[in-house]
């Protein structure tokens, strides 16, 4: 925690404080998370410079659940990884031969409330910037911003590029001002940045560097109930991503999530 910039105060709290008890919430979630799964769909739009739709859109539907082992009995803290299950492409059963697209969401990524764990908190600096109202809660607004930018990294399969550039982001979370769920997490580049593309991918006459000019993302949660026993919990309900790259292709990506059912210990599952 010793890297966090404390320069404002939350209401009744310090921002430490504060950023504690989100963890603990955040903590809690991965513990129910990972006994319930769902319905993850997925619209992959590729965009023109004028951000209207190029073409069709890549339609994609999985079964989707969260991994988070807190029990590990390595050194390391665990981490919280969203795994995903191909059911269909465009509307037909997926078969096994289908390969993941270029900017299909990957399984096995970091979950995003992740960032509020102790041990990734000091990567980012966190200032409490006030008491606003989503939807029918009142909410507390905490903004972050990445400390160090790391290397830009590329990882190419085939045409397929996958671009690292970690250290880059900032971004405002939403916190339920009484029980310190996040409510909603809205992330953005610091700044542009510049991707040199290697030599074997240029291409005849493809240009030789990409520049990321945006990257934006929007996550908003959601009440789902359970029932026998009866549960409420805080639950992703949409992520909107958008980003434009000069040199190549933009595009839009818009994710949505239902069918919530949760896995009892006796095996019974309970929508």
Request: with cysteine; charged share 30%; net charge positive.
């Given at each position: 925690m010793a890297g966090i910039g404390a320069t404002a105060q939350a209401p009744g709290n310090s921002l430490m404080e504060m950023l504690g008890h989100v963890a603990n919430r955040v903590r809690d979630y991965y513990s129910r998370a990972q006994s319930i799964v769902c319905v993850e769909k997925v619209s992959v739009q590729p965009l023109r410079r004028d951000l209207m739709p190029e073409g069709f859109a890549r339609n994609l539907e999985y079964e989707l659940r969260v991994e988070w082992d807190a029990s590990t009995d390595t050194d390391q803290p665990p981490e919280a990884k969203v795994l995903r299950e191909l059911r269909k492409v465009n509307g037909r059963a997926a078969r096994p031969k289908d390969e993941p697209g270029c900017l299909d969401p990957k399984s096995g990524s970091l979950e995003p409330l992740a960032i509020l764990l102790p041990h990734h908190r000091s990567e980012y600096t966190f200032a409490w910037t006030g008491v606003s109202k989503l939807k029918d809660r009142r909410a507390m607004t905490l903004d972050?911003?990445?400390r160090t930018?790391?290397?830009?990294?590329?990882?190419?399969?085939?045409?397929c590029v996958s671009i690292d550039a970690p250290g880059r982001t900032k971004g405002r979370i939403w916190v339920d001002e009484v029980t310190n769920d996040v409510l909603r997490l809205d992330e953005q580049l610091t700044s542009q940045f510049e991707y040199r593309?290697?030599?074997e991918h240029w291409g005849f006459s493809g240009p030789q560097t990409w520049v990321i000019e945006r990257a934006d993302s929007s996550i908003r949660y959601r009440p789902v109930a359970f029932h026998d026993p009866e549960e409420?919990?805080?639950?992703?309900?949409?992520?909107e991503s958008l980003a434009i790259v000069r040199g190549a292709q933009s595009y839009r990506i818009s994710q949505t999530f239902s069918n919530y059912k949760r896995f009892m210990t006796a095996g019974r599952v309970v929508k």
């Amino acid at each position: 925690m010793a890297g966090i910039g404390a320069t404002a105060q939350a209401p009744g709290n310090s921002l430490m404080e504060m950023l504690g008890h989100v963890a603990n919430r955040v903590r809690d979630y991965y513990s129910r998370a990972q006994s319930i799964v769902c319905v993850e769909k997925v619209s992959v739009q590729p965009l023109r410079r004028d951000l209207m739709p190029e073409g069709f859109a890549r339609n994609l539907e999985y079964e989707l659940r969260v991994e988070w082992d807190a029990s590990t009995d390595t050194d390391q803290p665990p981490e919280a990884k969203v795994l995903r299950e191909l059911r269909k492409v465009n509307g037909r059963a997926a078969r096994p031969k289908d390969e993941p697209g270029c900017l299909d969401p990957k399984s096995g990524s970091l979950e995003p409330l992740a960032i509020l764990l102790p041990h990734h908190r000091s990567e980012y600096t966190f200032a409490w910037t006030g008491v606003s109202k989503l939807k029918d809660r009142r909410a507390m607004t905490l903004d972050y911003k990445s400390r160090t930018p790391g290397a830009i990294e590329g990882k190419w399969k085939g045409d397929c590029v996958s671009i690292d550039a970690p250290g880059r982001t900032k971004g405002r979370i939403w916190v339920d001002e009484v029980t310190n769920d996040v409510l909603r997490l809205d992330e953005q580049l610091t700044s542009q940045f510049e991707y040199r593309v290697p030599r074997e991918h240029w291409g005849f006459s493809g240009p030789q560097t990409w520049v990321i000019e945006r990257a934006d993302s929007s996550i908003r949660y959601r009440p789902v109930a359970f029932h026998d026993p009866e549960e409420t919990v805080l639950l992703p309900e949409s992520i909107e991503s958008l980003a434009i790259v000069r040199g190549a292709q933009s595009y839009r990506i818009s994710q949505t999530f239902s069918n919530y059912k949760r896995f009892m210990t006796a095996g019974r599952v309970v929508k």
